[in-house]
Every structure is written in C-alpha cells, then in structure tokens.
C-alpha cells in the first residue's frame, strides 16, 4: 500500500497570456503563472507529485478556442500517456470557453488524467465539483464575450465619427497617428487612374495603358508576401478600386457610409460619372453573354490555361464569332498562349464531330449511349450535355457523379471517364492536321 501512494504522478504546468503586453519582461505573466505552480506541485511531493521539466506556454493566445501551439502539444503528450496531472494557475488560463472545456474534460478522463487549478480548489469526480467548474466556466466565457462586444462597440462608434481603426491602407493614402493623411505622389496616381477609365470606357484599355505606364497597386511593408502590393491591375481590384468611397473622404463600417476625418482626393462628380460607367459597362456585359449562344463558353483553355471567352467583329455586315483569351481580353498579350483566338464555327464544329463520332462508336458497341437517349441523336441535344463532357485543362479534376443527375445511368464507372479522357486526347491528336488549316486562316498576331 505504501508503495502504490508513493507512486510518482508526472505533472504538466499549461500557461497561456493573452496579449503580447509585457511579455518582454525578464519576468512576466508566464513565469509568474509557473512558479506559482511549482510551489503547487512541491507542495504535494509527498503524494508523489513530480513537475515535468517540459514548458507549455502559449504567449499571446486566446482562450477561446483550442488552436494553440503548446495545449496541441499537452494534449498529443496525453495521447501518448507522458503527464499524469495537468496542473493550471486558473481555470481560465486554460481555457474561456465552456463548450471547449467540456471537451477537454472529456480527453483528460479518457486517459484517466487529473486536473489541478492551483488558486481554484474543487473536486471533479463529485457533482458538486463538476457543477462549481461549470459555473466557473460560465463567467469566464461571460467575461470574454462581453470583452468582444466592447471592441467592437467602440470600433463601430470610431467609424460613425469617421475615424481610421485601421485595415489595408488604400493607394493614395497613408497611415499616421492612427489617421488616413494623403499621399500626393500616390495620390495623382488615383486621379490618373480615375480620369483614365472615363476617357477610355473600357477595363481592357485601362489594363492596358496602366501597364505601359508602370502604374501597380500600393506598395506595403508587410512580412506577409501577398500584402506587399506592387502588383499590376487586374479586373478585380480595379473594379474595387474605382467603387471605393473612401477616396470621397468617407468611412464605412458595414454597408453605412460615413463621413471621414481624412481629405478627399476624387471630387463627387467624377465619383458619380465613373459609378455610372461602371454600371453600364457591367449590363453590357451580362447582356452579351447571355445572348452569345456560344456552345464552348467557359469550357475551352489556351494552352497557358488562360479562359477563351467568346467574342465577334463586323465586317461589311457580317458578324465573325472567335474564342478570345482571356489575357488578351485584359490586355496581357505576353500571358497569352501560343493560339490566343480562334474561330467560333471551326472549333465548336471539331467538338460535335468528335462527339457524334464517339455516340456512334458507343452505339456500335452496344453500350448505353452517355449522352442521352435515342433522341440525343441529334447535334442539338449532344450541344446541351457540353457542359459535363468538356473539361479545363490538365489538372482539373473529372466531373463528379453528382454532376451526372438526370442521365439514364445514375453513376458512371471511373473505367468509363478514364476511357472518355483518352479518347478525348487520341481526338484531338488526329484533329491538328485538320485544325492548323483552320487557325492558319486566322489573322497573324
């Protein structure tokens, strides 16, 4: 009996801070939290308690969720059965969140491990105890979600005022003393970009006389590569740049605009009219996709990847149809792969035959036809089923079987899809021949 109450109980100290206010200090909320847990531990030397000279610190984490460094590491050591007693300064240090509490109650008797909070007594294996960690936990969780609420309370009221809480700092501004000052080189550039668009009426010439003219996004001294800016425009940012109120001397918070402490740089008529271009440029845009009819859109890649999307010229009265990269739409010629159009009728004729000629292979063989039933027959009916048949480019996965809903077999084996794969590749193999008098047709670029 003597010997089974000697036996050693390897103790683990968990401490955690959640700022990183004061932890420079030779000796700080961290240090301060385990020493008071070693004298803890000392003090029960004759249960057999034993401090594991292991550190579990987490500096500068919440507690109100479990993604934290070292409690990842104090749970994988429980796994593995290296600690015996979790001993904690406070409930709360370990964590603030009741229903992340009760899963870790759950992990520690799972391994039969005991937990210890050195200036909070209570007993887990009683009723009573459990029902008074509860409690605990209520107001720990209570206290952090109140302190949540104040922040953002007061966020929310510094933006009403117009205030800079801070965020990404948009081109044309800079933050100093916690406010948005005007950056006049940066901010000619925004005058230029905006006088621009109304001048050209059209992103792709915007892309590309920004590029001619050197002009990026705003550069940002951050460790975090995809914030560093210095980028060229594209559709996206553009687009947000140019609806960006802020250059009006505004401030949101949520979708209520507000106005700003800092200074203007776009006067509100030149706001105004880029907004209704945007709109306009924007309804032409839906209309003519809807209305192209075009069998390959967004189903066909330049050999860089890069969408083909559908487009046309007049001439003499005639409409042309082509498949245009979409780096060449943006203005990005050097981006563009080595066949950056081609003519809508050719490509979208080779796509049918290929496809007529596989339904009839398929039919020859006996085998359920892919495609539909008898009456699928018909060009028309294999032109509606493109949009699961065709795929982008190497490295796309294959439809998946709920994409195949409504098709006569419910699930198509992958022996099937890997089949369609190659002879989709042995198609186009015989079909360069075919094609290269087709593109040599083409205007040179």
């Not at 987490?58 to 109100?64: I, N, Q, R, T, V």
């Not at 880029?274 to 809807?290: D, Y």
Request: glycine share 6%; aromatic share 8%.
């Amino acid at each position: 009996m003597q010997a089974e109450s000697l036996k050693t109980l390897r103790c683990a100290i968990y401490a955690r801070k959640s700022t990183e206010h004061g932890l420079e200090l030779e000796f700080n909320s961290l240090d301060a939290q385990r020493d008071a847990c070693e004298a803890y531990i000392k003090s029960q030397a004759s249960q057999g308690w034993k401090v594991l000279p292991q550190h579990y610190d987490d500096p500068a984490y919440s507690g109100g969720n479990l993604d934290r460094p070292a409690l990842k590491k104090l749970l994988a050591d429980i796994e593995a059965r290296r600690i015996d007693v979790v001993v904690v300064y406070k409930i709360d240090r370990l964590t603030r969140s009741l229903a992340d509490f009760a899963k870790l109650v759950e992990a520690f008797d799972a391994r039969s491990i005991s937990f210890v909070a050195v200036t909070q007594q209570f007993n887990t294996t009683t009723s009573m105890g459990r029902l008074t960690l509860n409690v605990l936990l209520s107001f720990a969780q209570f206290e952090r979600e109140l302190s949540s609420e104040r922040v953002r309370d007061k966020i929310a009221a510094s933006r009403r005022k117009g205030k800079w809480t801070g965020g990404t700092v948009p081109l044309g501004y800079d933050a100093k003393d916690k406010k948005l000052v005007v950056n006049k080189t940066e901010a000619e550039t925004v005058r230029t970009i905006f006088r621009l668009y109304l001048e050209l009426k059209c992103f792709g010439k915007l892309v590309a006389e920004l590029d001619r003219r050197g002009i990026v996004t705003k550069k940002r001294d951050t460790k975090v590569a995809k914030y560093q800016g210095g980028i060229p425009f594209t559709y996206g940012p553009l687009a947000y740049f140019l609806k960006n109120r802020v250059y009006l001397g505004e401030m949101h918070h949520g979708d209520k605009w507000f106005n700003g402490e800092h200074e203007a740089i776009i006067d509100d008529q030149t706001f105004e009219r880029a907004q209704q271009l945007l709109k306009s440029n924007v309804n032409g845009r839906k209309l003519k996709r809807s209305e192209s009819g075009a069998l390959l859109q967004g189903k066909i890649f330049d050999d860089k990847g890069n969408r083909m999307s559908p487009s046309f010229s007049s001439k003499n009265g005639v409409r042309y149809r082509f498949y245009v990269s979409s780096a060449l739409l943006r203005g990005r010629k050097a981006t563009a792969g080595s066949v950056g159009r081609v003519a809508a009728a050719e490509i979208e004729s080779e796509v049918l035959a290929a496809l007529e000629a596989n339904r009839k292979d398929r039919e020859s063989d006996n085998e359920t036809d892919p495609i539909g039933e008898s009456s699928a027959s018909s060009l028309p009916a294999i032109s509606s089923r493109l949009g699961w048949l065709l795929a982008p480019p190497t490295g796309t996965a294959l439809p998946r079987k709920s994409e195949l809903r409504g098709l006569p077999r419910q699930e198509m084996p992958q022996p099937w899809w890997k089949e369609m794969v190659d002879r989709k590749a042995r198609v186009e193999s015989d079909q360069v021949n075919r094609t290269r008098s087709c593109l040599g047709a083409l205007p040179a670029k």
